[in-house]
T-cell receptor, first 112, second 108 residues
Framework: NAGVTQTPKFQVLKTGQSMTLQCAQDMNHNSMYWYRQDPGMGLRLIYYSASEGTTDKGEVPNGYNVSRLNKREFSLRLESAAPSQTSVYFC???????????FGSGTQLSVL | GNSVTQMEGPVTLSEEAFLTINCTYTATGYPSLFWYVQYPGEGLQLLLKATKADDKGSNKGFEATYRKETTSFHLEKGSVQVSDSAVYFCAVGYDMRFGAGTRLTVKP
């Protein structure tokens, strides 16, 4: 059982480049989330999707877009990467709102 | 949205010491409350949770009680071990907001 799978695990970008972080879950979960983790800041919610076809902004959505492609997949896109977006990104899912999260293993992104 | 305020770290304790990490929250409705733990080099995993007022979540010797009157969910352990060294995160349900995390180091 794979759980939550994130790709890539590591990525280095130049300022202004674009990229998409992929996330897929095989637990038939309704809710999916994207977080970034920065030293001293904990996990901050970027976007979440309570169900297929819906997305909502979290605490720090600026500079990001998301797509809930289907129930399994929830991608995060950086259209024009900035050094401030250097971080570790985690995708997570849960059966529904207010339930335990299952996390992916993270993507370490560096923007030079 | 909901929010969480968590005790800042880092916290350094000797083995067998008592641990408390404070967590308070603001929320609409009656969300579940969670503590997650992140061991070095790993992702987050659920440590314990409580789903309603006065519930006590417990796991691996850790406990936390959902206190609606004080909007708190403090994490406690009576006797910490070196293997408990990790970062601990408090979180509030619905839109799943996290606190800033508290790094715990336990020395032999």
């Amino acid at each position: 059982n794979a759980g939550v799978t994130q790709t890539p695990k590591f990525q280095v970008l130049k300022t202004g480049q674009s990229m998409t972080l992929q996330c897929a879950q095989d637990m038939n979960h309704n809710s999916m989330y994207w977080y970034r983790q920065d030293p001293g800041m904990g996990l901050r919610l970027i976007y979440y999707s309570a169900s297929e076809g819906t997305t909502d902004k979290g605490e720090v959505p600026n500079g990001y877009n998301v797509s809930r492609l289907n129930k399994r997949e929830f991608s995060l896109r950086l259209e024009s990467a900035a050094p401030s977006q250097t971080s570790v990104y985690f995708c997570a899912s849960s059966g529904r709102d207010n339930e335990k999260l299952f996390f992916g293993s993270g993507t370490q992104l560096s923007v030079l | 949205g909901n929010s969480v305020t968590q005790m800042e770290g880092p916290v350094t304790l000797s083995e067998e010491a008592f641990l408390t990490i404070n967590c308070t929250y603001t929320a609409t409705g009656y969300p579940s409350l969670f503590w997650y733990v992140q061991y070095p080099g790993e992702g987050l995993q659920l440590l314990l949770k409580a789903t309603k007022a006065d519930d006590k979540g417990s796991n691996k010797g850790f406990e936390a009680t959902y206190r609606k009157e004080t909007t708190s969910f403090h994490l406690e352990k009576g006797s910490v071990q070196v293997s408990d060294s990790a970062v601990y995160f408090c979180a509030v349900g619905y839109d799943m907001r996290f606190g800033a995390g508290t790094r715990l180091t336990v020395k032999p």
